[in-house]
């Protein structure tokens, strides 16, 4: 049985599908720009070997150099007497010239005798100058010229034309002898200095970015966050109380914290009375008996309060002295200042993030306020008056919400003045919320978990699309060129890329333990302890360790930004066409990375 012929249509079809690939291709060829004539240009060939070969010839080692020089006199142009032979010291190379008196471009012969054999010697010629030490060397050879088996040379060069004097001038020839033992070049141990400070730069980014990515995660998580539901009523109010309570927050801490760090060291009994004060009235409200009433929560919400500010002030307290202390230490102990050094930054650290922390606190300790006050009150309430104050509380959470949008967006896009920016937006946001209020049941679950973890989510992916040699950019120019710059870029995006991939890993975890602990009555902070966390410990250490071998890499990377590190070495390097130093530095990296890379793998595979 004959087979059938394709059909002519399915033919076209291919002969068109093969047409319009080579046509794309051709056209991303033009866009790209792809020349082949150009590497056959023996210019870039040149510079191209130069490169190879500066690369292939890393500068390692170095040794004692002796420069050991012959000269001879010589008169350009030939418009007087010729000057006399220097004569030969004994034991000592000698050059002599076929004619001490030329034209400019002449060529002559140079001839040499002495040399040790077999090695290179230069040629230069030194034009006349009433400072000898200011006399410069311009070389009439190209390449070095080696000696015979008896130390002797003999070379043709052509004088220049732009270099003539009416006195005489001078020919010489140099040699570089090696001398004493070899030991670690300049090269060598910048790139030793540079990879220690990248391993250290990925090091603090990798740990600072943990500190916050494993909270975040939680957060993150659609698993978690599905479960927090509030009401209408709620949910509002907590967007009502949240900016304002971080602004208080912010602005009391500030405020305890300056206080603190100027607190009188005299006096110990007012200082003891200070401290043990809201103790004493912690101790009274938890012995008063009776029922646990809504007061009676107050007074220990209020002396809680009082014992965080006072844990404030012993805190800036700390960090004043320590402050003090690093600074002295640091001046005082030589090679060890930074232990002083340490301290000093873990003091700022305490006085700086102090009122960042109260603005986290206070957005968060007065939402349960409000939440018990409306668990109080709006049962108790018609259901028109509920409605009520659902749709009033909708619309100032509107305002906040839209207002804070607006200004934030004006600080970056600076539209004009912020009072007028934030007015328009402000009331479209309350209008919404009013509507959204209006249409909802008051008690109808809100799932303000999926609210906070799509606010995370989308931070988190738009952070981590703005690569770390864009944010180092940002980072040199906030806090300098160097390697505190890459530890600011690689933490941020450590935070952003950790924070994703720990929140998909707690996705993925077993819903068992978690139902089984939720059974016996634990609340969730219970629940996430006991239930989530054994489960997320081993992959959380193998993703640090994995980020950890990330940010190595990336370091090298953003030092060409200006981040530190062996980057910034090797781009100083590649414009200043040290391709011999450069190449240390790339074997120091390859070094390293391969080293880091068998490490973590190995700690992986076993805790995994």
Known sequence: MKKKSPSLLKTLGKIVLVIGIVIVYAYGLQVTKVDLEKPQEAKRQEQLTNILQGLAHPDLITYEIDRISAEARILVPCTGTPPPEIPAEPGQPAIKLSSNCAEPGEAITVSGTGFNPNENVFIFFVPYSADPAAAVELKLTGNAVPTDS???????????????SDKPQTVRVVVNRRVGSPKPSEALKQTWEK???????????????????????????????????????????????????????????????????????????AVLLFTAAPLVGLAVVQSAGGKNTFFKALGRWFIGVAIAAVAVVVLAKIGSVGRETGISLKHSLGGWSFVGNFILIFSDVILLGLPALGALLGAFAFSPISNRILEATVPRMSALTSKIVAVVLSVLAGAIVFGVIAATLNWFYEFGDVAQVVRTPATIG??????LALAIDVNHPIPTGMFVYYVFRTIMNTLRSIEPLVMVVAFAVWVGIGPFAG????????????????????????????????????NRLQTIIYAVIPQIVPPYIAFTLYRWDINVRMSTIIGFGGGGGIGFLLSQNINLLKYRQASVNMIAIAIVVASLDYLSAKVREKIT
């Open 195 to 269: 990879i220690v400070e990248t391993v250290f730069l990925a090091f603090i980014a990798t740990t600072l970015g943990v500190t916050l990515a494993v909270p975040i995660s939680f957060l993150a998580a659609r698993n978690l966050m599905l479960q927090v539901t509030s009401t209408l009523t709620k949910f509002m109010a907590s967007l009502i109380i949240m900016p304002i309570g971080a602004l208080l927050g912010y602005s009391i801490v500030s405020r305890l914290t300056e206080f603190g760090s100027q607190f009188p060291n005299g006096n110990a009994e």
């Open 430 to 435: 309350a209008v919404l919320f009013a509507a």
């Open 487 to 522: 530890v600011m870029a690689l933490g941020l995006h450590t935070i952003v890329a950790l924070g994703k991939l720990y929140s998909e890993q707690v996705e993925n975890i077993a819903t068992g333990p978690i139902e089984a602990i939720t059974a016996t009555g634990a």
């Open 150 to 164: 008896d130390g002797n040379f003999s070379k043709e060069v052509t004088l220049r034309k732009d270099r003539t």
